[in-house]
Every structure is written in structure tokens, then in C-alpha cells.
């Protein structure tokens, strides 16, 4: 009696066909998100080149965010709160996302990522780069099973 779970027939399983991919680009939207940002050139949209949540710096910069968060919950939880914790949650927001970026294309921002991601004014970029990489969906190599 065969007690393996796959018939010889069955081809080979290959998980890596399921695996999202390393990185992506961001189409940037403009801020009231109706038409894609037009970049420095006058012609080209704004992208951003990002790596997913499953790609080594992907793991790197979670795991660093995560970490300050932790950090910052038990000195709370022991008391320790301080007036800088609100400044120092968006600085570790800001390089968590840095971290996340290949790069930016078409918005040359002296300072590169880390200047436009601490510019409030432009927090409707940050919240773009937030989504796209908190969506799976965006690393995907092509439709499943595929």
C-alpha cells in the first residue's frame, strides 16, 4: 500500500511559484489621489521601487520597527513615558520605511526617501508606500496557480 500523499503522477510541488517577489513599484497618486503624480521630468509619473515584507531588507526593517515598538511599550507599561515618544515612533516610521525603499524615481528631494517621508506635507506619499507594502497583493508575481 503506497502511503506517500502524492501520486507519481503528480508533478512536483514548487512553492516558489506561490512566493511573492523581492520588490515592486509604486505608481505614486497625487495628493487628492483623482490622477498619478507627474515627476521632476514634466512627463513621467513619480514612482517608488520598494522591497516586499518577505525580502531580506523587507525582513530587516520590519524587524527593527518592531523592536523600537517593543522598546517603547515596555518602558510605557514600567511607567517611563516620555514627551519624545511620539517624535521617536515617526523617526522609526521614517527609517522603517527607508529601509523599505529601493528607490524613488522622477522626485529628487535632497535627502533622498528619509527627507520625504519626514515631510508632513507630504504624508499622503507616506501613506501610499504604507499601503503598498502592507498589501501582499502588490509583491505578486502573477495570478495564483500560475
Same mark, same amino acid.
Given at each position: 500500500? $503506497?502511503?506517500?500523499?502524492? &501520486?507519481?503522477?503528480?508533478? @512536483?510541488? +514548487?512553492?516558489?511559484? !506561490? #512566493? /511573492?517577489?523581492?520588490?515592486?513599484?509604486?505608481? =505614486?497618486?497625487?495628493?487628492? %489621489?483623482? $490622477?498619478?503624480?507627474?515627476?521632476?521630468?514634466? #512627463?513621467? &509619473? =513619480?514612482?517608488? @521601487?520598494? !522591497?516586499?515584507?518577505?525580502?531580506?531588507?523587507?525582513?530587516?526593517?520590519?524587524?527593527?520597527?518592531?523592536?523600537?515598538?517593543? %522598546?517603547?511599550?515596555?518602558?510605557? %507599561?514600567? *511607567?517611563?513615558?516620555?514627551?519624545? $515618544?511620539? +517624535? +521617536?515612533?515617526?523617526?522609526?516610521?521614517?527609517?522603517?520605511?527607508?529601509?523599505?525603499?529601493?528607490? /524613488?524615481?522622477?522626485?529628487?528631494? &535632497?535627502?533622498? &526617501?528619509?527627507?520625504? !517621508?519626514?515631510?508632513?506635507? %507630504?504624508? !499622503?506619499?507616506?501613506?501610499? =508606500? @504604507?499601503?503598498?507594502?502592507?498589501?501582499?497583493?502588490?509583491?505578486?508575481? *502573477?495570478?495564483?496557480?500560475?
Amino acid at each position: 500500500m $503506497d502511503t506517500s500523499n502524492t &501520486p507519481a503522477t503528480t508533478p @512536483e510541488f +514548487d512553492v516558489a511559484s !506561490y #512566493e /511573492i517577489a523581492d520588490t515592486a513599484t509604486l505608481t =505614486v497618486r497625487n495628493a487628492r %489621489l483623482d $490622477d498619478i503624480l507627474i515627476g521632476a521630468d514634466r #512627463e513621467n &509619473p =513619480v514612482t517608488i @521601487e520598494l !522591497y516586499s515584507p518577505g525580502s531580506p531588507q523587507g525582513i530587516r526593517a520590519l524587524h527593527k520597527a518592531s523592536r523600537s515598538a517593543q %522598546l517603547r511599550t515596555y518602558r510605557a %507599561l514600567r *511607567g517611563e513615558t516620555s514627551q519624545n $515618544d511620539a +517624535d +521617536d515612533a515617526e523617526r522609526d516610521n521614517v527609517a522603517k520605511l527607508t529601509a523599505f525603499t529601493k528607490a /524613488i524615481n522622477n522626485f529628487p528631494v &535632497p535627502g533622498g &526617501p528619509e527627507k520625504v !517621508y519626514a515631510n508632513a506635507k %507630504l504624508g !499622503y506619499i507616506t501613506k501610499q =508606500v @504604507e499601503e503598498f507594502i502592507g498589501k501582499y497583493a502588490s509583491f505578486s508575481k *502573477g495570478p495564483s496557480g500560475s
